[in-house]
């Protein structure tokens, strides 16, 4: 089992930044891809961005430019540092990890979430 924990949400005026973190805990030595996802109030839950064990990136382009995913494997801890926030990024922000089994397939798993609200 892998557990999840974020931290860092809380609330920021437009235009400030933020820096979420997951730290991972359990059976983290199969972890490779790991990723955040939100969900806003009345929305379905996307992607935002995704980092593979040897630093490969993806965003969405709702956050390109704007936003960074890093990990630290020392630490077993994913980080999004969020800038130039806007009102829409008010989220529920979720920290996802894939790990590989056993058997070859890979396992998702999920944090709780932390909540980012900005203000106009």
């Given amino acids: 089992q892998v557990q999840l924990v974020e931290s860092g949400g809380g609330l920021v005026q437009t235009g400030g930044s933020l820096r979420l973190s997951c730290a991972a805990s359990g059976s983290i030595f199969s972890i490779n891809a790991m990723y955040w996802y939100r969900q806003a109030p009345g929305k379905q839950r996307e992607l935002v961005a995704d980092i593979t064990s040897v630093g490969s990136t993806n965003y969405a382009d709702s956050v ?4 960074t995913i890093s990990r630290d494997n020392a ?5 999004l540092q969020m800038n130039s926030l806007k009102p829409d990024d008010t989220a529920v922000y979720y920290c996802s990890v894939t790990r590989r089994e056993a058997d ?3 396992m998702r798993y999920w944090g709780k979430g932390t909540l980012v609200t900005v203000s106009s």
């Fill in 75 to 79: 630490k077993n801890t994913v980080y």
């Fill in 64 to 67: 390109k430019g704007r936003f």
């Fill in 104 to 106: 070859g397939d890979f």
